[in-house]
């Protein structure tokens, strides 16, 4: 753990983080949020550009009913969100953590020149703010 506390977005962000495209079926990305233990992930075009997000609460209804009806589930083209709040890499995490109180989405996409580099959890910015207390 380095000696000074993160103080913008990029310090805190996971890089290698999992995203999904439209194509993805609703199953596959259930597996993957459970795998891993995320509430939700960015949903991005062949060229990574951040086009969407999508949830477990977006899906759970959908995979109940295709379990029940024994369908293929949809994709996830169908169920995403195409308003995202995303953040910059070089966004004060102070500032993040009062946009996320409240309502506001557990996890943000990290865009930077229109592609994803990134997600920030809640869980991050917490962490985060608890090492600058500490510093």
């Known amino acids: 753990m380095p000696n000074k506390a993160p103080t913008i977005v990029r310090e805190i962000m996971s890089r290698d983080c999992y995203r999904v495209t439209g ?3 609703v199953s596959t990305l259930a597996e ?3 795998l891993h233990r995320l509430p939700g992930v960015p ?5 990574d550009h951040l086009i969407g997000f999508i949830s477990e609460q977006d899906v759970m209804g959908k ?3 295709s379990a029940y009806l024994n369908d293929e589930p949809p994709l996830v083209s ?7 709040l995303s ?8 500032d993040l953590a ?16 229109n592609r994803l580099v990134g997600i920030v959890t809640r ?3 917490l962490n985060a703010i608890l090492r600058m207390r500490h510093r």
Do not use: A, C, F
């Not at 949903?43 to 060229?47: A, I, L, N, P, S």
């Not at 169908?78 to 995202?84: A, K, Q, S, W």
């Not at 953040?87 to 102070?94: D, E, F, L, R, W």
């Not at 506001?104 to 996409?109: G, H, L, Q, R």
């Open 43 to 47: 949903v991005v075009d062949d060229h």
């Open 23 to 25: 194509k993805t079926s």
């Open 78 to 84: 169908d169920l995403m969100r195409h308003e995202v």
């Open 63 to 65: 995979v109940l009913e």
């Open 32 to 34: 993957g949020l459970s």
């Open 123 to 125: 869980r991050d910015v």
């Open 98 to 113: 009062q946009e996320m109180l409240g309502n506001k989405p557990k996890v943000y996409p990290v865009v930077e020149q």
């Open 87 to 94: 953040v910059s890499p070089t966004k004060s995490i102070t």
